[in-house]
Every structure is written in C-alpha cells, then in structure tokens.
C-alpha cells in the first residue's frame, strides 16, 4: 500500500466539502442548491403534470472502491399536480445515484488546442445514467391512495410514475460539472507541469471514492509513466477530519519540476545567466558537474522527501595546482505556512565531511583549504541547496498581485493552510472559502402588479405658454407653447401574489386601504389625497373619498379606478396559507392610479430634458463655497437637485425663481403622485412581504 498508489499527481477531496461545491455551482437543477429551497420538476410530457418541491436537506454518500455518489433530497410541504389532479402536503426523499466523472469546462480551448487533445476538465456527474429513487412517507402515500382512487392508479403505480419521469428528466441533464473551482489541463502530447495555471497533466486516470468521506482524484504528470500505478494499491487518506482538500505530488514531481528547476534557477541568477543554459548533476541531470563559486563544483545533488521534512545531500569538489578536496554535508530543510506563504526552513545543518588530496609542497596550505570548502559547505551550499526553492515552491500558491491575502493557486476559492511532507509525497493542505452550507430564506409572499388602461376620455384641450428659464441674465432655455390634451382613464391594476417556501396551492386573502375584500366583486370606498394636473404646472391636491371597484380570483386580484377621482395611490395587503397551513402577510405596498393626465405634443418632453441638461451644464460653472452648496456631477435624481437649488437660494442666485419653476414643469403631473408605487403600464413591480 502506498499513499499516492505509484501516480504522480492525488487530488483527495473531503464529502462534506465535495457537497457544498455541489450545493453552490448550480449545476444540478440550474441553481443553487443551498436548503431550504424550492423547484419545479417535470411528471411527464404534458407541461400542467409537474412536482412542486420545497427542499428541506441535501445529502451526500460516497461509495467506497466506485466513482458512485448518492445525492439526496430531503422535501415536506409539496404538491404534485399529475392529470389533473392536486395531491398537496408530500414528504419524503428523492436519492440520484450517479458516477462521478471528469469533465469538460464550459470554456473550451482553442480549436487548435482542442484537435490535438487539449482539453480543460472538472469534476463532474454523469447523470446521463443516473438511477433515481423516490421513497414517500408513510401519510404522504395515504394522501395520494385516497386522491387517485377514482383514477384508476395505486399509490405504487403513482410512485413509480412518478420516480421514472424524475429519472428521465435527470438523465436528460447529461454530464454536469460541479463548478470551476477544481480545474486541469489535459494535454496527452508532453509531459505535465505543476506550476502551470490551472494544473497540467498528461491525463486523469481516474476518480472514484475510497471511502465514505473522501474522493481522489489520480493524475499522471509525465509520459513515460502513463500506465504505470494501481489505485487498488492506494493507502487510507492523507486527508484528516477538517480538511476540504489535500493536493499530492510525488518525489519525482516534487525533484524534477519544482526543487531541480530552484537550484538551476539560483545558480543561473548568482551567474546573471538564462536558467536553460545550466545542466545540473545527477539527481537533477545529467551533466557531471555544475561550478557555482569561488571554483566549488557540485558533482551530485540528493534532494529526497522525508517524514516531514526535504533531504538535501550535497556533493563538491575544488581542485587547485596543487590540491584536489572533495566533500559532502546533508541538510534537512521543513516547510510551514505563514500569511498565506510558504516558509523554508533549515531544521538539520549537518556536518560537512571533507577529504583533501594535497601535495606535499602545499601542506601548510591544508588548513586554509579546508576551513575555505568548511564554510563554503555550511554557508554557501545551504544558499545554493535551497536558494530560489522557497520562491519556486511559493509559486504553488502564488499570491494575487491585486491582493496579496488572496492566493491564486490552480483551485480558484481554495486556501492553502499547511503543507505536509511525506517520504513519497509533497502535500499541501487547504479548504474551499466562501462556500455556503444552507440560505437564510424563509416562507413568503410577494405582490406583482402591472398597471394597463383600459380607456381613455379627452376631457380637454390647451395650450401651456412655458416661460424658458433665465439665470445670472442668461437665456438658459427658450421659451416656447405646448399644446397638450387632458385625458381622463380608466384603468385596470392587477395583483398577483407570489409565494416563496410554502406549499401549493395558496389560499389567499386581501385587504385594499385596510377593508377586506370579501366578495368575488365589489367596491370600497376611501380618503386619500388625490391630485390632479390642472392648472399646470402646480396642480391640485385635495383629500377625498375615491371609490375603487375589485374583482377577486383564486390568483389575483383586479382593482379597477374612476378616472374622476384623479390621481392617487392606494395601499394593498395580502395573506398568503399554504396547505400545512403555513401563513405570511405582505408588508402594506402602495400603487397608484393616474385618471386624470396632460398628454403634451410639440416635442414638450424632449425640449425638457434638454433644458434640464443645459441647466446642469451653467450650474457646473457656477463657484459657490464648497461647504455651502453641495457638488452637482453626472445625472443627479430629484432629491440631489433639489438640495442643490436649496443650497444656491441661500446664495441669493439671481434667477433660481425661473429654475425652480422648470423644475416644476418638468416634474409634470404625471410624477405629482407616489410614482414609485406606480407602474408604468404594462411594468410589474413587486413589493416585499413579511
């Protein structure tokens, strides 16, 4: 038994941590699967058969020596709508049981890339051969026995039913990734490369569960070793309890693309040469020997792993005219993570062992020589040993140039913790961030409303003499006539509850201006403060009863104004109950009714908006103290201006009175109401509930 089975690369992913990737990639059923949660899925062909569900839980099961997962869905409270018939309050479990695999991202490479076999893969699910179960409680199945006795179904007929179609529409999902955050590069053509972004490797092996709370992922790096291995061989986890992930790559992976390349690398930059032009020595290449300083020649380097820490046993030489020294020290070096990097330290300085060859006319030499290759061993070596290692071993988990506390290793949201250091593997430690187990979502009910005109009635006609805006004697805005119609209109508001979280199908009852509306018809009456447009631009506001006539449905309620009673807005409340008996009520939402409008022709909106644009721009030239009136940039909303133009009567502007009254104008009658409440036609606005 070995920890990594003979591969190269090890993936080892914990269950609890492969479940919230599933949970939040959305992947699955196309959104998040964050419980408590509600979806829709089909029954059938015909699109009215459908099952309503609101998702308690979401589990996970591993099978251990299989890529098989099982992936459970915990419901209560929902509604299956099967020919014709409602059968509410359901309970009980949904399991897909499917393979995991390795698949492509959404990002396909090149096309080039792609025609050679490159490719850019994940973990997935092939749910193209998933089985489905479906195992209803106990009461939930007396309900449906007693539902569907008159249509000629047992409640196993309707299980199985019921379960098939489920199966069939997870089938059609196909492969489905469990998002991007663990993410490779094939590329069976050369060998692959650990530091490379993402993670390139000559293939992907294999995936499977090895036991109930961990998932590997096995890799091959290089060429020559594809078919070696045997996961039949792989030891219990490197994983511990806590752990989202553990990322292995062997000695040999470990001594040819990260340690070899350091050493070369440091010798290259004390030489101020191209790091390809340096040949190490065997273990690293295969040159006989590499000078670095002072005439020192390395003849070997033994970088190996240990049990928690990296061996690095040296070989030298140094000759003169009249000597020859060759040495060797061993030093053992451990790695740590500090503020997201990792540290290499030496923990073992080993005594340098020296044989110096001298002839007889430099003996008194000797001891020069050998305190020179003495300190050279113990100081020197160490910085050449290691050198740009700690860079090159950082590089793993690189830090983000626009933030250093973000790391930005191959696996986007995962963070690195801990290394671990194993005779046959180098590790690092990390967990996935940001990732939410659950939502903080509740039962609900929202309201629709969409605002159409039935009819319209002239009332009238005019003529408005608007009088230009002039400021500081400039002629900001020409004056000009408007010809306008006064239209009277009967219009329609129809609200549509929409409930969140709780079962199907919803009673719902309705208060308009706090009065209950009791009958499937009616009208009620209220004060409120209704405006109207004329005389413009000012209008009139006055307190008055309006009568409001209703038409309530199981779905909607449709409240219908009198275009005499002008314009105003009106206050609605909804209770929505849900089979279990589950009961919220909307926060009290304003909408309003426009019955009485000026309709202007002769381009009176657009010279509006252009007079606004040109008050702005003499505005901005304007020089005020700045602790005094408030700076005015891009395209300010009405609560901005009008603290502006406040700001500039304390200043004693001249011509604020004709820039007050554009403003006047401009806000014309049809915003002289709650307009925020008040839907342009054909809009829907929704307003929150409690």
Not at 74 to 100: H, K, M, W, Y
Not at 613 to 635: C, E, N, T, W
Request: with cysteine.
């Amino acid at each position: 038994m070995s920890l990594l089975a003979g591969f190269d690369f090890m993936l080892e992913i914990d269950r609890g941590a492969a479940l919230k990737l599933i949970k939040n990639s959305g992947a699955v059923l196309g959104r998040p699967l964050l419980p408590p949660f509600e979806v829709s899925l089909p029954l059938g062909a015909n699109t009215s058969d459908n099952v309503h569900l609101i998702v308690q839980d979401v589990t996970l099961d591993l099978n251990p020596g299989s890529p098989r997962i099982s992936l459970g869905f915990e419901f209560r409270n929902s509604t299956a709508f099967v020919q014709g018939l409602t059968v509410p309050r359901l309970s009980g479990q949904i399991f897909i049981r499917a393979d995991l695999k390795i698949v492509p991202l959404a990002r396909a490479r090149s096309f080039q890339q792609v025609s050679q076999g490159v490719r850019d893969v994940t973990v997935g699910i092939n749910l193209r051969a998933c089985e489905v179960g479906l195992f209803l409680s106990e009461t939930s199945k007396d309900r449906i026995r007693r539902l569907i006795a008159n249509i000629g179904l047992t409640e196993e007929d309707f299980e199985r039913q019921a379960k098939d179609r489920l199966q069939q529409f997870f089938r059609s999902l196909g492969d489905v990734a469990v998002g991007n955050s663990l993410r490779f590069r094939l590329d069976p053509n050369r060998d692959g490369d650990i530091l490379e972004k993402p993670i390139r490797l000559t293939t992907i092996v294999d995936i499977r569960c090895v036991d109930h709370e961990t998932i590997v992922v096995f890799g091959t790096m290089f060429k020559p070793n594809l078919g070696k291995g045997d996961i039949a061989d792989k030891a219990p986890a490197l994983r511990r309890p806590g752990q989202d992930l553990v990322v292995s790559i062997s000695s040999e992976v470990f001594n040819r693309q990260v340690f070899c390349p350091s050493f070369a690398a440091n010798i290259a930059s004390k030489k101020k040469v191209d790091p390809q032009s340096i040949t190490l020595p065997s273990a690293c290449g295969g040159a006989n020997e590499v000078e670095v300083e002072g005439g020192v020649k390395i003849t070997r380097i033994t970088p190996t792993l240990g049990a928690g820490h990296l061996n690095v046993d040296l070989e030298f030489k140094q000759s003169g005219p009249c000597y020859e020294a060759r040495g060797k020290t061993h030093n053992e070096f451990v790695f740590s993570m500090k503020d997201g990097r990792i540290v290499i330290s030496q923990s073992v300085a080993g005594q340098p062992d020296i044989d110096i060859d001298v002839d007889f006319i430099c003996k008194f030499l000797l001891g020069a020589i050998d305190a020179l290759l003495f300190g050279f061993a113990h100081g020197v070596i160490v910085s050449w040993a290691i050198g740009e290692l700690a860079q090159l071993v950082g590089g793993l988990i690189e830090a983000s140039p626009q933030d250093p506390q973000q790391q930005n290793f191959t696996f986007p949201g995962v963070v690195f913790e801990a290394v671990g250091v194993q005779p046959e593997a180098f590790s690092l430690i990390g967990r996935f961030d940001g990732l939410a187990s659950a939502s903080d979502t509740q039962p609900d009910v929202t309201i629709e409303a969409t605002l159409n005109t039935l009819s319209t009635e002239t009332a009238g006609v005019g003529i408005y003499h608007y009088p230009g805006v002039q400021a500081q004697g400039q002629q900001i805005c020409p004056p000009k006539d408007f010809h306008y119609l006064e239209a009277l209109q009967s219009q329609a508001m129809t609200l549509v509850p929409q409930t969140q979280l709780m079962g199907l199908p919803a009673t719902f009852t309705w208060k308009v201006e706090g009065i209950a509306l009791n009958a499937p018809t009616g009208s009620i009456s209220s004060n409120v403060l209704a405006r109207y447009p004329q005389p413009y631009p000012k209008g009139t506001a006055v307190n008055q009863a309006v009568t409001l006539d209703y038409q309530v449905f199981d779905d909607r309620v449709i409240v219908l104004n009198r275009p005499a009673d002008g314009n105003y807005y009106f206050l609605v409340e909804v209770t929505a109950t849900d089979p279990e008996g589950t009961s919220v009520t909307t926060k009290m939402g304003g909408f309003g009714f426009i019955g009485d409008d000026l309709k202007f022709s002769d381009g009176f909106e657009d010279a509006m908006k252009q007079c606004a644009i040109s008050i702005r721009g003499h505005m901005s030239k304007l020089r005020f103290a700045p602790q005094r009136v408030p700076p005015i940039m891009g395209d300010p909303g009405p609560e901005e201006v009008a603290t502006y133009i406040e700001a500039i009567v304390e200043d004693g502007i001249e011509g604020v009175d004709s820039v007050l009254a554009h403003a006047a104008i401009a806000f014309n009658n049809s915003f002289r109401q709650p307009i925020r409440a008040t839907p342009s036609e054909g809009v829907v606005i929704r307003t929150k509930g409690i």
